[in-house]
């Protein structure tokens, strides 16, 4: 039993004790602690047998009658148990009622003990010898109700039935049905106390009398009447029983009722019924009985095994789930130690000097512990077995509780994590990134390898320190933590910092995020440092970059255009410029960048990002561009960068080069034929002129010979003009520098490069002074560069070089130029690393009208009259060249000599 349950009976005026089904005091109240006290009476009452402590003479021996009655109300034998005892205190004399009823069923029966302050009722029956009227005072003032009953007509009936040997009241109701109703009418009350009165709320004996005699006293249960008749029958002296009563509105209370039959027979037919009301008694039991009925639904209801424990060490009671656990019934437990009983689960209780029960004895505190223990498959379970202690009133230990909580799915867990945080510590120690936990206060728990070797920390130096004992102030301050509510879960960046570190000062950056406990509290925090010194060195390199990137978009005079798809994001001055729009019209604007193109001119550009476009100016105007495009990041986001060059003035230099080129074609072929035509004449004109020596000049044969002379002559004058077209005269030739003609070739070539192609330069500053016609010999530069530009298909290299070289005497220039005894020629080199010629092409490639090009891509004449222009100069043209190995052309042209150069 619990004693915190029968705190309740604290609030009756009588003294009450409750006792085990072994007889032991479980529980007093406060009125029995009061009366002890002011007694002088012993207090270690509790735990100890009711017997040892009360119930005894004045020679300290115990009553029969107040051990066997206490006896057999714990056993159950009879139903309640009534005695009347003195108690005479050095104070005054006292006489009290002793009423034993049963309490609880089954393991936790016991029974209450009710002593009843009646020194006022004995006083009142001694007095009642000596006066009526004090007796009836008395009676009417006693807090028990007292009705009077005259029994002589059921007595005369009952020596009636003893004269026929009935032995029990039973027997002859079985014979006679109706003897209940008829004994009714037998019974008289004679008199009814203030208190009966006041308990059946009956205003005087009248009101409760009509209801018929005695008879309302019984009529709650006929058991009880039957009982009560059975003791007249026995004509014992005195008997006592419960029973529920009705009062006059019909409201139930209940009494505990002894009466009592004198002994005389002149009195014997008068019976005295003492009523106590024990409503709220059994208001108080039934409370404490659904309490316990609660508690024990509590314990049948735990998920894990349960025990409670006495402080003998003895199992009082235990749960379903031991019982699935361990198996068997209940009764094979109660009542034994606990050692005993819990070994098959594990119990930690080998002995008593390590039991929890003995150690709660001196500490009175929950006490818990893990245990191991093999299960009937083998395998070994682990229990948290915790011990919790029930006190009395007196802070003394009177029980405990003991769960075996099976945490062998938590243990093998455990384990699991400790080998996921050992290979998660070997992970992040070969992460190159320096990481350290903190707790929620701050404290270092550990960090990485990296953060060892970035800090020149120790780790095991770390844990469990704060931040301002393991750095110099100025660094410790940002790694404190700022508080849990400025740290989101998902990480938080802080500002760039500088600290210092193994390797000097470091730029770093911190994230944090924090992780929790089950319940949300925060458990602590997980830092990355982010070294970004060469991050951030970088991004100033990148940032000064871009500043020189606009100064030379600013300045550069090409047409500088930043789009995203169609969107112009911006534009340089020069596009202002020779556009005609504002910058404030072009950038962010609803004006695209396809507004400002016609139709792309080329789809195929000289190399992979360069292409040829018309651009519209403001005024309508057209810009021919070379336009290359390249992908850039523009204000954090990918765009497009075009740079377009005008090249609407070289354009036109182009055109008519073409058509000077296409006109030399045709004056090469013209002046074929006009050599071939040249020489007819001359034979015609040689001939006509022989003949008209024969004959006579005014003969009809002498004037048609004089037409034909004079047709030749004029077809001669024909050939003339057409020489002169072919520019194969000698006019136009004078001293030129070969350097200077080289230089404004290659200004003219140079924008037409894509800029793939890299040009370079390797011209000395020389003096080659030439006798020749400059338009043919620019012409010639320029056809050879066009080749190397249209040999090279995407990426590639043409290397320029002039310089004077000295022949020697005898070498294959002089015999090859008998009428040049000059010994200094000019040497310009023009290469490329081209697609290059075939083998079989190299003979070839100087013949009129051959050409490796497709059809419309070239005429084939460039290259003869580069042969042409230089062998007219004396001087001679080389090729070295093979395939995918790129071309080398080399002309040599003798140095003009001049009237008084050696």
Not at 221 to 246: D, G, K, M, N, P
Not at 391 to 403: A, N, T, Y
Not at 687 to 699: E, F, G, P, R, V
Not at 843 to 863: D, Y
Request: contains cysteine; aromatic residues 8%; charged residues 25%.
């Amino acid at each position: 039993m619990n004693a915190p349950r029968y705190t309740i009976l604290d609030s009756l005026s009588f003294s009450v004790a409750v006792l085990d089904n072994r007889g032991v005091i479980v529980f007093v109240n406060r009125a029995w602690k009061e009366f002890g006290k002011s007694n002088g009476a012993r207090s270690d009452y509790l735990g100890k047998p009711y017997l040892d402590y009360c119930a005894c003479d004045d020679e300290g021996k115990h009553s029969d009658t107040v051990l066997k009655g206490i006896q057999n109300v714990l056993n159950r034998s009879i139903p309640s148990f009534s005695h009347e005892y003195p108690c005479h205190s050095p104070v005054e004399q006292r006489w009290f009622r002793m009423i034993v009823t049963p309490h609880g069923t089954g393991s936790g029966q016991g029974a209450v003990i009710t002593h009843e302050n009646i020194t006022d009722r004995k006083l009142a029956e001694h007095h009642a010898l000596f006066s009526t009227e004090q007796l009836s005072l008395i009676v009417n003032n006693v807090d028990a109700g007292i009705i009077g009953i005259d029994i002589s007509r059921l007595d005369a009936y009952f020596e009636q039935l003893r004269a026929r040997n009935v032995r029990t009241i039973h027997e002859h109701l079985q014979r006679n049905p109706r003897f209940l109703k008829e004994t009714s009418s037998l019974i008289k009350i004679t008199s009814i106390n203030n208190s009966a009165l006041t308990m059946y709320k009956a205003g005087n004996s009248s009101a409760l009398l009509s209801k018929g005699n005695g008879f309302f006293f019984f009529r709650s249960s006929t058991r009880t009447y039957i009982r009560a008749l059975q003791a007249i029958y026995e004509q014992r002296s005195s008997f006592e029983f419960t029973s529920v009563q009705y009062d006059l509105d019909g409201s139930p209370f209940q009494v505990l009722a002894k009466i009592a039959i004198p002994r005389s027979a002149e009195h014997r037919h008068r019976l005295i019924i003492c009523l106590v009301d024990i409503t709220e008694l059994k208001k108080r039991e039934n409370e404490l009985e659904n309490i316990r009925n609660y508690l024990h639904s509590i314990l049948e209801g735990m998920f894990d095994p349960m025990l409670v424990i006495d402080k003998h060490f003895v199992i009082t009671d235990l749960n379903k789930k031991f019982l699935d656990q361990v198996g068997g019934e209940r009764s094979d437990y109660i009542g034994k130690e606990c050692h005993q009983a819990g070994l098959v689960i594990g119990h930690h209780c080998k002995s008593k000097e390590l039991c929890p029960v003995r150690r709660m004895h001196y500490s009175r505190k929950p006490f818990v512990c893990e245990q191991r223990a093999v299960d009937e498959h083998g395998s070994i379970r682990h229990y948290q077995v915790s011990s919790f202690p029930l006190l009395d009133s007196r802070g003394m230990l009177e029980k405990c509780v003991e769960i075996y909580h099976d945490i062998t799915h938590i243990k093998t867990s455990q384990q699991v994590l400790r080998k996921q945080l050992d290979f998660t510590e070997k992970l992040l120690d070969t992460v190159s990134v320096a990481i350290y936990y903190q707790k929620s206060d701050g404290r270092f728990i550990g960090c990485n390898r990296a953060f060892e070797l970035f800090t020149g920390v120790e780790r095991r130096k770390l844990r469990g320190l704060t931040p301002e004992k393991v750095f110099h102030p100025g660094t410790a301050r940002h790694f404190t933590l700022p508080g849990e509510q400025a740290i989101p879960d998902d990480g938080h960046h802080d500002a760039t910092v500088q600290i210092e570190t193994s390797h000097g000062p470091r730029d770093v950056a911190f994230r944090r995020a924090a992780y929790r406990h089950s319940d949300g509290r925060v458990a602590g925090y997980i830092t990355v440092i982010t070294d970004r010194t060469e991050q951030l060195q970088y991004e100033n390199k990148i940032r000064k970059s871009e500043e020189q990137f606009r100064h030379l978009a600013e300045k550069s005079p090409n047409i500088i255009v930043i789009r995203s798809d169609e969107e112009i994001l911006y534009v340089n001055p020069a596009c202002s410029d020779l556009l005609g729009y504002s910058r404030d019209e072009l950038v962010g604007t609803s004006l695209r960048y396809s507004d400002l193109c016609f139709r792309p001119l080329s789809q195929q550009a000289s190399g992979n990002d360069t292409r040829e476009i018309l651009l519209k100016t403001n005024n309508g105007e057209k810009l021919t561009c070379i336009s290359s495009s390249a992908p850039i990041e523009f204000d954090g986001a990918m765009a497009t960068m075009e740079i377009s060059t005008d090249i609407t003035k070289l354009k036109e230099l182009e055109e008519k080069y073409i058509q000077s080129q296409r006109l030399n074609s045709l004056g090469t072929l013209a002046g074929g034929i006009a050599h071939d035509f040249n020489n007819i004449i001359a034979s015609i004109l040689g001939y006509a002129t022989m003949t008209l020596d024969d004959i006579d000049h005014h003969s009809v044969a002498g004037r048609n010979v004089a037409v034909i002379i004079d047709a030749c002559r004029r077809a001669a004058d024909l050939v003339d003009q057409i020489l002169s077209f072919s520019r194969k005269s000698k006019g136009g030739k004078q001293v030129i520098n070969l350097r200077d003609i080289l230089m404004e070739s290659l200004a003219f070539v140079k924008p037409l490069t894509p800029s793939s192609i890299d040009l370079r330069y390797d011209i000395a500053p020389v003096i080659c002074m030439i006798h020749a016609d400059p338009v043919k010999v620019q012409q010639s530069i320029i056809n050879l560069c066009t080749n190397a530009i249209q040999a090279i298909e995407r990426t590639g290299t043409i290397s320029i070089s002039l310089k004077n070289i000295e022949i020697p005497a005898g070498s294959d220039f002089s015999t090859a130029n008998p009428d040049q005894p000059a010994r200094t020629v000019a040497e310009l080199s023009i290469a490329d690393t081209g697609k290059g010629i075939e083998e079989g092409d190299l003979e070839r490639i100087f013949e009129p009208f051959f050409t490796t090009k497709e059809v419309g891509q070239g005429t084939g004449l460039g290259l003869a009259e580069v042969y042409g222009v230089v062998s007219d100069l004396g001087g001679t043209i080389s090729v070295d060249s093979m395939p995918d190995a790129g071309t080398v052309f080399i002309l040599r042209i003798p140095e003009h000599k001049t009237e008084g150069t050696p």
